[in-house]
């Protein structure tokens, strides 16, 4: 069974850094997109960011650009979200997702497997 799992959330101050993994089990995802979303309560759950599965090239959502770095680490099969300069928009919780597929995707039904995401929250 396959299976991702995340951590790193918890409270921080605004303009404050926190670092958020994600370890597939199960299967590999090296040559796979992979990607993180966010939900806000009262929100749908947006589209953060994505890393290709063979190029390594990434794409962010705007508000988060310059701010949040998405990288992976293939030998150790760990999906890393970096987020600087955090505000309280900021706040959600947060899912590491993964595809079968090396392509970019930035909407929820292109991936196929979903973490249970971390609470991050950012107080003024």
């Known amino acids: 069974q396959v299976q991702l799992v995340e951590s790193g959330g918890g409270l921080v101050q605004a303009g404050g850094s926190l670092r958020l993994s994600c370890a597939p089990s199960?299967?590999?995802?090296?040559?796979?997109?992979m990607g993180w979303f966010r939900q806000a309560p009262g929100k749908e759950r947006e589209f953060v960011a994505a890393?290709?599965?063979?190029?390594?090239?990434?794409h962010y959502a705007d508000p988060v650009k310059g701010r949040f770095t998405i990288s992976r680490d293939n030998a150790k099969s760990t999906l890393y979200l970096q987020m600087n300069s955090l505000k309280p928009g900021d706040t959600a919780v947060y899912y590491c997702?993964?595809?079968?597929?090396?392509?970019?995707?930035?909407?929820?039904?292109?991936?196929?497997?979903w973490g249970q995401g971390t609470q991050v929250t950012v107080s003024s």
């Open positions: 997702a993964a595809r079968s597929g090396p392509g970019i995707v930035t909407t929820t039904r292109g991936y196929d497997y």
């Open positions: 890393i290709a599965g063979r190029s390594g090239s990434t």
């Open positions: 199960g299967r590999t995802f090296s040559s796979d997109a």
